[in-house]
């Protein structure tokens, strides 16, 4: 069975701080993350994908991934409320399958 | 460009029924996948289809759950006869699929808006 595991949360950071979500997978032929995020009774909007060892980044968010200790990370710079959610870490396996963690639910306070 | 489309939005029946779902996936996309998420399991992978052939069925969790894709442009989830534990959010997302000499790479997913089904 390929895991991939979040702390379920809620994280809660205040306005303009670095928030920081985590994710360990258990499939070491893993081959790309993803990072989605799901407001409340919507449907997940990707973020960021990951391919290579190293960080990734795009205006506020930057994703990490070490895929020796096989883990993966986003965090969010200048937090701010609209980025209250729910954060899927995504991984696309060996088999070519995308295997989603339960989310973390952050919470940005104002 | 229109995302992935899907109907009904919500849906309520009642056990025993049979229940549709259609999904329109965003236009050039090759590969279909259906989800289901639930607040104790997350967001599973049901089925997805490559070229409107099913790859993988693994997820489907028992013969009352069907998939169909006739075209490139439609694909149907059946649920008969419908039971009130299929309650959850159904989610259909595209992506492209392309082949390389080594293993074939894709495009990340998009998810359509999601059917919400309640089963009473």
């Known amino acids: 069975q390929k895991e991939v595991e979040q702390n379920s949360g809620p994280l809660s950071v205040p306005e303009g701080a670095i928030a920081s979500l985590n994710c360990t997978y258990s499939d070491r032929g893993s081959q790309s993350f993803f990072w989605y995020r799901q407001y409340s009774g919507k449907s997940p909007e990707l973020i960021m994908f990951?391919?290579?060892?190293g960080d990734k980044e795009d205006g506020r968010f930057t994703a990490q991934l070490n895929k020796a200790s096989q883990y993966v990370s986003l965090l969010i710079r200048d937090s701010q409320p609209s980025d209250s959610a729910t954060y899927l870490c995504?991984?696309?396996?060996?088999?070519?399958?995308?295997?989603f963690g339960k989310g973390t639910l952050l919470t940005v306070n104002p | 460009d229109a995302g992935v489309i899907q109907s009904p939005r919500h849906e309520v029946t009642e056990m025993g029924q049979e229940v549709t779902l259609r999904c329109k996936p965003i236009?050039?996309?090759?590969?279909l996948f259906w989800y289901r998420q639930t607040m104790m399991r997350g967001l599973e992978l049901l089925i997805y289809f490559n070229n409107n052939v099913p790859i993988d069925d693994s997820g489907m969790p028992e013969d009352r759950f069907s998939a169909k894709m006739p075209n490139a442009s439609f694909s149907t989830l059946k649920i008969q006869p419908s039971e009130p534990r299929d309650s959850a959010v159904y989610f259909c997302?595209?992506?492209?699929?392309?082949?390389?000499?080594?293993?074939?790479?894709?495009?990340?997913?998009?998810f359509g808006d999601g059917t919400r089904l309640s089963i009473l």
């Open positions: 995504a991984v696309k396996g060996s088999n070519y399958k995308l295997t």
């Open positions: 236009s050039g996309h090759n590969s």
């Open positions: 990951i391919y290579s060892n």
């Open positions: 997302a595209s992506s492209l699929l392309f082949s390389t000499i080594g293993p074939p790479l894709d495009q990340p997913q998009h």
